[in-house]
């Protein structure tokens, strides 16, 4: 048709708003029911937005930033959908810079709103309320994209831009400052339309023909399930049949295939099995400790999955990268296996046997699996488990049984410590239809101990347990084993935490044992109430064994 016989779309009519109203209505325009947010003087006519925005978006406010931050990393990994956060400048950012920071190590798409100082003082220095040198330089450092909004009818297009960049490519954090007299500003906004549908990515389709054909040629495939697997689960576990091929995952893959499929294994079993790959089908994961640690030869053919064109090869050039979003990739592969008719002879029962025998292995930290196993019978199959950088976490990482995807939540490479309760409160927050459970250990707990108030005050029923055992006992241990028992900064004064819950008005519980903290959880998650259960513990068995271990192959990809 002619350009000028198309009939004319109507061009929707501009209205007034003010940046903070154009903001708020650009994020429920994406999908956005929630922020977590801390409020001060520079964000004032922003909640000012939300506040008139009533029901479409709700304001969960917490008592420090990196509760607000952690909230909007847990409510992002629990529901693989973008969620938002807002503070002041300078200190405000800070305080959430380390959930920002690991935010960015596990790819979550978590949108940073962030105040600032008077637009035509910036970058002079003149001492102004939470100016900090150079936000702008520091928030770019801390994510891929950001920008600052200038305006009301910039502000939809900056806002749209930030969320599709949080899916674009490697997902990840992205952070949006504003200046304190920019959020009140009123202008003439372009009408706010939800986005349009993402465009699949291209397929590569020689890749998949290369590497289908790898895979059907090999005998012995392994494949490794990272964070970016989560989406994946069904694709993986068809995969993992066609080729009967074992899923290795440890921290953030697990739950990609179910843990009762004996296929299914973590750290100890994976390196054995990586010690007698042919080949291994990597998905959406760095694969970091195999490559550094346990080693590579000729013999080991590697296909990589990663949205990251630049991941594949960093520490290894794989044979063939394959990149985009894990599922539809995994889709046309199985495709094109089905086509090559892969016949394997069938390994479950060689599974089932490696399976008990690495139970026996592992049957070393018996104390903290006792504690998981009363937590796994009293958590329900879709209960999401929040891990921390606790003896029970770590023991869960090797051997808690996880059924579904996105349903255990582990902070990844940065591993810090306290991200867990905040973290777990924010899961609970975007997901109340199941239960969320918070694990702990003394140290850790009260990094966030405080958003207690913030799950009374927003009816969080979240489920927190405290492994207290007087001490840092991770570091306390290092320095007992390796250090001559040079004990130093590890011993830890503690309240007492049945009161400290009670005194916010939480259910407070003490559990001397496994089956005490079974029967704490059940009665916990039937009443559906915000509750701390203190568990005192002893030292326990040491997991690093299973976790640092040597190689296993050729030579491991060590970096100079
Ligand atoms: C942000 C951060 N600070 C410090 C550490 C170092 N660190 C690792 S484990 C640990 C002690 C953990 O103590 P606790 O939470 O009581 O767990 P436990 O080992 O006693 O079970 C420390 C300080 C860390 N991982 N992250
Ligand atoms: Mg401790």
Redesign the pocket.
């Known amino acids: 048709m002619p350009k000028s016989k198309r009939p004319k779309k109507a061009k929707p009519a501009a209205s007034e708003m003010s940046t903070g109203e154009a903001t708020v209505a650009t994020l429920i325009a994406h999908g956005l029911d929630t922020v977590y947010a801390l409020p001060g003087v520079h964000n004032d006519h922003l909640f000012d937005a939300f506040q008139r925005a009533g029901e479409r978006l709700r304001v969960v406010h917490t008592r420090h930033e990196q509760g607000a931050a952690y909230m909007a990393l847990g409510a992002a990994l629990a529901t693989g959908k973008p969620q938002a956060y807002v503070v002041v400048p300078g200190p405000g950012l800070l305080n959430s810079a ?1 959930a920002l920071l690991t935010a960015y190590g596990m790819n979550a798409p978590v949108l940073a709103l962030i105040g600032q100082i008077p637009a035509a003082a910036i970058g002079l220095g003149y001492g102004h309320l939470h100016e900090i040198r150079d936000q702008a330089g520091i928030i770019a450092r801390l994510v891929d994209h950001s920008a600052r909004i200038n305006g009301p009818a910039e502000a939809p297009a900056k806002v749209a831009k930030a969320i599709q960049s949080m899916h674009h490519g490697r997902p990840g954090p992205a952070a949006l400052e504003c200046a304190i007299d920019v959020w009140g500003k009123r202008a003439p906004v372009a009408a706010i339309v939800a986005p349009a549908p993402r465009h699949p990515p291209r397929i590569d389709e020689d890749a998949i023909r290369a590497a289908a054909k790898l895979l059907a040629k090999s005998k012995r495939v392994l494949i490794v399930a990272g964070g970016g697997a989560q989406d994946a689960s069904f694709e993986v576990t068809l995969l993992s049949s066609m080729l009967q091929a074992p899923v290795l995952a440890y921290r953030r893959g697990r739950g990609v295939l179910d843990d009762r499929d004996p296929f299914s294994v973590t750290l100890p079993l994976g390196r054995e099995l990586w010690g007698e790959a042919d080949a291994v089908l990597a998905v959406g994961t760095r694969l970091l400790t195999p490559l550094t640690a346990w080693g590579v030869d000729k013999n080991l053919q590697i296909v990589r999955v990663d949205a990251d064109v630049q991941e594949p090869a960093r520490l290894h050039e794989p044979k063939v990268a394959l990149i985009g979003d894990a599922a539809p990739i995994l889709r046309r592969l199985i495709d094109d296996l089905a086509r090559l008719n892969p016949r394997r002879a069938a390994r479950g029962d060689d599974m089932q046997q490696r399976q008990a025998k690495m139970r026996q292995r592992l049957a070393k930290l018996a104390p903290q699996l006792a504690f998981l196993n009363a937590i796994r019978a009293a958590l329900p199959e879709n209960g999401i488990f929040v891990d ?5 976490g770590f023991a869960a990482r090797l051997a808690f049984p996880v059924y579904r995807p996105r349903t255990f939540l582990s902070p990844g490479y940065q ?4 991200w867990g309760y905040a973290t777990a409160l924010g899961a609970q927050a975007a997901r109340p239809d199941v239960p969320v459970l918070s694990i ?6 009260l990094y966030t101990a405080n958003e207690l108030a913030t799950a009374m005050r927003h009816c969080i029923p979240l489920v927190a347990v405290v ?1 207290v ?1 007087g ?6 241990r290092i320095q007992m084993e390796q250090f001559g028992n040079r004990l130093i900064a590890s011993d ?1 004064a503690n309240p007492d935490f049945v009161k400290y819950a009670e005194s916010f008005g939480a259910s407070g519980r003490r559990a001397h044992n496994p089956s005490e903290l079974g029967a704490a959880l059940r009665l916990a998650f039937a009443r559906r109430e915000p509750t701390l259960i203190e568990v005192p513990v002893g030292p ?1 068995p040491s997991p690093w064994d299973f976790i640092h271990m040597p190689p296993v192959r050729g030579r491991p990809n060590r970096l100079p």
């Open positions: 380390a921390e950088v606790t003896q029970i591993d810090n410590l306290g702990n250990g003394d140290g850790g707990f492994f055992d001490a840092f006992g991770n570091v306390r830890l326990m």
